[in-house]
């Protein structure tokens, strides 16, 4: 069997997605996902430009084979566009590999390790009533566990706080042609975040597991600060706290607090976890199927956290299509050490552009029974959304100064 061919597929129902499809000289097809969100057309010249040509007339069964010639053979390794790019690649070979067998993916990774992957939604709001809305939005969609986010007295647009009607298929900030500026300010968020925690745990009591995402905005000794005063509330686990790619910014980190802490969905590589995984400095690491390499290096990257104890949260936004929420959900139902999956559902234009056997009920995610990946891309439907330039959101602290966002 060989790739006959590889068409990278780009759409933008409500924001914009990357698929490659490959297709083998007796008729598979198989899909992958190189979304990067506001850089997409980088990948599409990647892989469009210096992959595709490869690929053509290799035996697409070859997979760790690919996927090494790929990494090694571009000599300048990692980075966010190389990795998505070989991501849509293996992603799209395990998919015919996993499709000729007549089988699942999540077979070929070792068979399913539990019913379901548990799934956290999203619920943000400006103030409490708002915030305790959307929790109840969730909880009534079928979510059992809740990421809370709020808005910050005396701050505008704060990442991960929607609008009330504003709920899916979207971060803060929907599309602009440049990106939208926000203040952000630590020590009002500081202030504030813990009297949210204790709200919410007053209202829905101690037993709903309950998350945070910082964003990758405080120093390490800020996060210290907020992971101690989080204790009481008994997190799931508390995201990004800094910009890890100091990694030995952690240890200060976990001298002061048993807050769960979870990083890693801007990693693209293994190497990028070293020391926070050897330390045992975090609980779970967050990288998507999407940004880093594949199911390949992905199920190399949970077997090493299983040494240590560290758990999956793979990331799961609306910026990951449904292509590759579907990779993860097979890694998640086969691996021993999986934690929790985040799950934001895409609109229906995106579902009707992307046609999937994976299913959410009652709190689980499981990616159904469907040979290969069980995510299909419907052309026509794709070709009726163009590509629109779109960013995601800029922050700067009062005086100006750029920040984190
Ligand atoms: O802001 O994927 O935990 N989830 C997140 C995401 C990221 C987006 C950026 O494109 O932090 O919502
Ligand atoms: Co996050």
Known sequence: MRIANAEVIVTSPGRNFVTLEITTDDGVVGYGDGTLNGRELAVVSYLRDHVVPLLIGRDPHKIEDTWQYLYRGAYWRRGPVTMAAIAAVDVALWDIKAQVAGLPLYQLLGGASRTGARAYGHASGADLPELFDSIRARLDEGFRCIRVQSGVPGLGMVYGVTSTDV????????????????????????????????????????????????????????????????????????????????????????QHTTTPLAIGEVFNAVVDYQTLIREQLIDYVRSAVTHAGGVTAMRKLFDYAAQYQIKSGIHGPTDISPVGMAAGLHLDLAIHNFGIQEFMPHSPDTYDVFPHAYTFSDGYLHPGETPGLGVTVDKKAAAQFEYQPAYLPVNRLRDGAMHDW
Request: aromatic share 8%.
């Open 167 to 254: 709920r899916r298929d979207q971060e803060s900030n929907g599309r602009h042609p440049v990106p939208v500026e926000e203040v952000w300010d630590t020590p009002a968020y500081l202030r504030h975040l813990p009297s949210v925690f204790e709200a919410v745990r007053n209202e829905f009591g101690p037993e709903l597991p309950l998350l945070h995402d910082a964003h990758h905005r405080l120093t390490p000794i800020q996060a210290a600060q907020l992971g101690k005063a989080l204790e009481p509330y008994d997190l799931f686990w508390l995201e990004d706290v800094t910009p890890a790619e100091n990694q030995e910014a952690l240890r200060l980190v976990r």
